[in-house]
């Protein structure tokens, strides 16, 4: 099994920049997917961007596209999401999670989950 922290959240004000940092403890295997999702108050979790652990092959949700960058460092087994132009609506907890059986969009397909960690951009 594996166990995830996120770390990195903070407020900051709109058009900055933030990188969030998430630590796995346990054994990531080739075939596994990692991803970003989010979770604004009072809204459902949402996709933000996943990358395969084999080759690192990303992707990303619309709304995030050209502004987030999603990597890895297998030696580290640990996945960052560099956040820029920040905008309001980008504020939410942010969460990292562990697909099994590959990418996918879908939060219901993610086996492992951090506690969140807050983002909050002030206009």
């Known amino acids: 099994q594996v166990q995830l922290a996120e770390s990195g959240g903070g407020l900051v004000q709109a058009g900055n920049s933030l990188r969030l940092s998430c630590a796995a403890s346990?054994?990531?295997?080739?075939?596994?997917?990692m991803g970003w999702f989010r979770q604004p108050p009072g809204k459902e979790r949402e996709f933000v961007a996943g990358?395969?652990?084999?080759?690192?092959?990303?992707y990303y949700a619309d709304s995030v596209k050209g502004r987030f960058t999603i990597s890895r460092d297998n030696a580290k087994n640990t996945v960052y999401l560099e956040m820029n132009s920040l905008k309001p609506e980008d504020t939410a907890v942010y969460y990292c999670?562990?697909?099994?059986?590959?990418?996918?969009?879908?939060?219901?397909?993610?086996?492992?989950w951090g506690q969140g960690t807050q983002v909050t951009v002030s206009s």
């Open positions: 999670a562990v697909n099994r059986f590959g990418t996918s969009r879908s939060p219901e397909r993610y086996d492992y």
């Open positions: 346990g054994r990531i295997l080739s075939t596994y997917a």
């Open positions: 990358i395969t652990w084999n080759v690192g092959v990303t």
